[in-house]
């Protein structure tokens, strides 16, 4: 679907369920509903114009990595961490940030990795045809003066 309104519904969903799913009661579906709200705040981030969307899915992916450890659920883990990393390529390509760049690619290469490694090809696929893309806005930003 093309439009925001379904992803502005999906957020305020989110984040109402935030307010009775909290980290404390239950973490790990606490970390989803983050995840999940990084998610719909990433593709509206895409489709509208600025930084704020993309830099509030950051902090949104963030929180779930904090409950989502590699250690607890490497897959979930891994999946967060590369959708992360997309998000940060899109502030990178609209910021010209380098720094941002980096982050991007090296989280989109260990999440695909471990996720290859862990069997599920479909979300490895997925963080793999991002990779040439961060490589390449690195190598771009890495060159200019």
Do not use: C, F
Request: aromatic share 4%.
């Amino acid at each position: 679907e093309p439009g925001t309104e379904r992803l502005e519904e999906a957020v305020a969903a989110y984040r109402d369920a935030l307010e009775e799913w909290t980290r404390d009661r239950v973490p790990l579906d606490w970390a989803r509903t983050q995840m999940n709200l990084g998610s719909a705040l990433t593709t509206l981030g895409q489709r509208e114009p600025g930084t704020e969307r993309l830099e509030e899915a950051v902090a949104a992916y963030r929180d779930a990595l904090e409950e989502w450890t590699r250690d607890r659920v490497p897959l979930d883990w891994a999946n967060t961490l590369g959708n992360q990393g997309v998000a940060l390529l899109t502030l990178a390509q609209r910021t010209e940030d380098l720094d941002r760049a980096r982050r991007a690619l090296d989280q989109l290469i260990t999440a695909e990795a471990v996720l290859r490694e862990g069997g599920h090809a479909a979300w490895a696929a997925t963080k793999a045809r991002q990779i040439p893309v961060a490589q390449a806005l690195v190598d771009r930003l890495s060159a200019a003066p």
